[in-house]
């Protein structure tokens, strides 16, 4: 099991566990549904800020 990060209210995992049934706490599942909260994104399947995503972008 991955660990849990409280972001706010909501209690996100740091990497998708890549279960069929996504669980509450799926970072994938709360990107879909709208739910990630501002600043946060999923890379790779892992929790990852925007900042960190938009180096990864330039890296690339």
């Known amino acids: 099991m991955s660990k849990k990060v409280r972001i706010g209210k909501i209690k996100v995992k740091q990497k998708c566990c890549v279960s069929k049934k996504r669980c509450d706490s799926c970072p994938?599942?709360?990107?879909k549904e709208g739910k990630m909260p501002d600043g946060y994104a999923v890379h790779k399947r892992k929790l990852v800020t925007v900042e960190a995503k938009s180096k990864l972008k330039k890296a690339a």
């Open 28 to 31: 994938i599942r709360l990107l």
